[in-house]
């Protein structure tokens, strides 16, 4: 699989198990790219150590397994894979959900022409009474500390990023999910509602993230 990889522009690194996967010393080596993490089950403890890495430090991870279920495959998208994929894994398939991350990710570092200068350079973001730690993805006020899922986090953030804006349910799965992860991403109205939830935002007059009827969703506070 590695060397059919390198046929697409790529240049697989491999490592010996996940155990073995550090990523501090990959950073400041200058290695940064797609994570591809293959485990024999859902539940291996490597694996969810990798995804906690993943998402510590910012980097793109698909998670390739022998079979999972759409229940395990949503347990491993909350716990910070951008991907999921269960054998037979069609190669070139594999590629080309690679490339699409890649993209991502360079359009996410790039300032866009429709989008003010990001808030997201900032370890803390206050909006309303609430104040979001960029580095820990928690989320505190006066009365509560609450730890975002990775999807609620990215959710947040795009948000945060475009704050009354009003944004379609299929551009909220492309921003805040991403192309590819079949299963979880059905329904972004329960990651809206979960993150409602977070933040004490009350879906029958909510005050912080506002549906637009035949549209989608608004945020209706910019961070200060």
């Not at 395990?72 to 054998?87: H, K």
């Not at 991403?185 to 979960?194: A, G, Q």
Request: hydrophobic letters at 40%.
């Amino acid at each position: 699989m590695l060397d059919y990889l390198r046929n697409f522009n790529l240049a697989p690194r491999p490592v010996h198990d996940l155990a073995s996967l550090d990523l501090p010393m990959m950073r400041r080596a200058g290695l940064d790219g797609v994570l591809l993490l293959f485990a024999f089950d859902a539940d291996q403890p490597e694996l969810h150590y990798c995804l906690r890495q993943a998402r510590q430090h910012g980097l793109p991870a698909i998670a390739l397994l022998p079979a999972v279920s759409a229940i395990e495959r949503a347990d491993l998208l909350e716990r910070g894979a951008d991907d999921c994929m269960s054998e037979p894994i069609e190669r070139r398939e594999l590629a080309a959900r690679i490339h699409a991350l890649r993209r991502r990710r360079v359009i996410q570092q790039q300032p866009s022409q429709h989008r003010p200068d990001r808030p997201l350079a900032a370890d803390n973001i206050r909006f309303g009474h609430w104040q979001l730690d960029t580095r820990r993805q928690s989320l505190s006020s006066p009365e509560a500390d609450v730890v975002l899922s990775n999807a609620e986090y990215r959710l947040l953030l795009t948000f945060l990023n475009q704050p009354h804006q009003v944004f379609t349910r299929d551009r909220l799965m492309d921003e805040a999910r991403g192309r590819g992860v079949d299963a979880f991403e059905r329904s972004i109205d329960l990651l809206v509602s979960r993150l409602r939830h977070k933040l004490g935002d009350d879906p029958r007059q909510p005050a912080l993230i506002q549906t637009v009827r035949g549209k989608g969703y608004l945020f209706a506070a910019a961070p200060a």
